[in-house]
């Protein structure tokens, strides 16, 4: 890739791409709220006493999840940061992987650790020889803080361990040979310079917790109702598309604030650290420090490995639960088998072979996509071009719209339109790839902008041809980083769930949908056929990212 103006007519692909398949379909929403206030579609009303009730909620689960999300996060954070501890390289993986499971998986986790026949349950009925399920998660408030703080953890550690790891310890030993006492240090000196760090992270968390629609839609029962499950019962159970209209512009314009500043804050992140790649830690030589660091571990294991566990033992457990007291477990490989049968022949029944197939298919499909586009809109920071900066701002302005807003758009576009319904699959992993693309445009980026310009220079007086110049500089440069890309993108495809809930037909299901209709099919046979697609689906995602912190080091996640 030489840095030529003539490469900045590439770009015009993914701008054509924008625009059709993003300002169009957002457009399409507008054009619906715009209708919704016409007298003529008084047939149906926008219920403004929903519309608030549904944003407060939205606010006030997102700002109770996110504080509690901090609260726990930051402790972990300053653990991980600051000391040196046996087995930290593997809960750092664990304690990351949480992020990038997919919906239904979290979703069945929680369901296997505290749902009717979870973990929890099957202890206390034993324990207290009860006939009935002792604890009811199903429905509360409480389930869902707990899966979203599950969810997003590790963005916290991630955001402010690193920062607090690069910290230069110069300025610390310069204050300490001055006078200052350690919680002097920590409140004027630490504290201060972490604080953008922090905050930035809050705001990642807000945002995710904001835009959650699987853990409300699945956890929450029929008593609560966010922006985002309010949007997919409007369009798809009550075919109010101009209720749904007004309700994602809502949610769009809080998204789009919320990215906004989560974008400013990274600008603020010019505190002194250190320039040194080896992060600046310590044993925990004190006692204190020791059971400081114990307790933490502990606290985060049973929070993000328990369900996780959960999963997997209860897809292979069998619970019989017929009598109080006289309950017994055992080993069973019945619900995997099962996957594969359809004994009652119910019209719901989703072949895994074709639903393992069709989420490849659309994975594959969109990781090409993502990763071409991506390239091109990274590659727009090294022409030099003026037009860089707002195209690289363009593309990511899918990241400030949730997955079921996108999902309306697309069907309001394009879905209901009889001419392009043969064409409706498509539609699938190209929302897929609106998705992955602002997360691939973070990865790749900042690996083509470290090329240094005099290598490029040094091949055009040599009269190398652009095309050897990618094949011999660029592309062995950011293999790494592009492989990250692609595996990240192939994976968010795979577990998405909020659009492809719009967008998918009963001949073409996926993995997570194929999870949601068992999950809400009655019988234990249908909740372990759940769980054993869940552990299937959270196997292929923990080996895709394991794959990357092989390739990349600890460090993969992307900023965001």
């Not at 919704?36 to 909620?57: E, M, N, R, V």
């Not at 006289?326 to 719901?348: C, P, V």
């Not at 209709?517 to 759940?530: E, M, T, V």
Request: glycine fraction near 8%; proline fraction near 6%; charged fraction near 10%.
């Amino acid at each position: 890739m030489i840095r030529s103006k003539s490469a900045t007519y590439y770009l015009f692909i993914p701008v054509l791409f924008l625009l059709v398949f993003y300002i169009f379909p957002m457009a399409k929403i507008a054009g619906y709220v715009v209708e919704g206030f016409l007298p003529s579609t008084a047939s149906q009303p926008i219920h403004w006493g929903l519309i608030q009730k549904a944003t407060g909620f939205t606010l006030y689960q997102a700002l109770l999840s996110s504080l509690i999300t901090m609260l726990i996060g930051l402790p972990a954070a300053f653990v991980f940061g600051k000391y040196q501890f046996i087995g930290k390289p593997i809960l750092r993986v664990l304690f990351t992987l949480p992020f990038i499971l997919p919906t239904v998986v979290v979703v069945a986790g929680f369901n296997a650790l505290l749902g009717p026949n979870g973990w929890v349950n099957v202890a206390l009925m034993r324990i207290f020889h009860s006939p009935a399920p002792v604890i009811n998660s199903y429905g509360s408030l409480g389930v869902i803080i707990l899966a979203h703080v599950f969810y997003n953890i590790s963005v916290v550690i991630r955001v402010v361990a690193t920062a607090r790891e690069r910290f230069d310890p110069d300025v610390i030993n310069a204050a300490a040979l001055l006078g200052a006492k350690p919680h002097q240090i920590f409140l004027k000196i630490i504290l201060p310079i972490l604080w953008p760090h922090i905050f930035s992270a809050f705001l990642l968390v807000f945002l995710f917790d904001f835009t959650s629609f699987g853990v409300i839609l699945m956890l929450g029962g029929a008593s609560f109702t966010t922006l985002e499950v309010e949007i997919y019962i409007q369009t798809m159970q009550l075919l109010n598309l101009k209720m749904a209209g007004v309700l994602s512009l809502i949610q769009l314009a809080f998204t789009v604030l919320l990215t906004v500043l989560s974008g400013w804050m990274e600008n603020k992140k010019n505190a002194p650290l250190s320039p040194n790649l080896q992060p600046m830690l310590r044993k925990p030589v004190s006692n204190g420090d020791k059971v400081f660091v114990f307790c933490i571990n502990a606290i985060l294991i049973g929070l993000l490995v328990f369900p996780v566990a959960a999963l997997f033992l209860r897809s292979i457990t069998a619970a019989d639960l017929g009598q109080a007291g006289g309950m017994g477990l055992r080993f069973t490989l019945r619900y995997y088998a099962s996957l594969f049968t359809n004994q009652h022949d119910n019209i719901f029944f989703v072949p895994p072979l074709a639903a393992v197939g069709n989420s490849f298919v659309f994975a594959g499909t969109s990781m090409l996509l993502a990763v071409t586009l991506g390239l091109l809109v990274a590659f727009s920071s090294t022409t030099g071009s003026k037009w860089s900066k707002g195209i690289q701002t363009f593309a990511m302005l899918p990241l400030g719209t949730s997955a079921v807003t996108l999902g309306l758009g697309f069907a309001a576009a394009f879905a209901n339109n009889p001419a392009l319904q043969a064409w409706s699959v498509f539609l699938i992993p190209i929302a897929h790839t609106l998705v992955a693309l602002p997360f691939v445009i973070r990865i790749i980026q900042p690996a083509l902008g470290s090329i240094p310009s005099h290598l490029h220079d040094a091949a055009m007086m040599l009269g190398v041809r652009p095309n050897a110049v990618w094949k011999y500089i660029d592309l062995p440069i950011i293999r790494k980083p592009l492989s990250s890309a692609a595996i990240y993108a192939f994976a968010i495809s795979l577990g998405e769930f909020g659009a492809t809930a719009f967008l998918t037909t009963p001949e073409f299901p996926t993995i997570p949908i194929a999870i949601f209709r068992s999950l809400n099919l009655p019988g234990s046979l249908n909740y372990g056929k759940a769980l054993a697609l869940s552990v299937i689906l959270l196997l292929v995602c923990a080996a895709g990212f394991i794959l990357i912190d092989w390739m990349q080091g600890e460090d993969w996640l992307p900023q965001i």
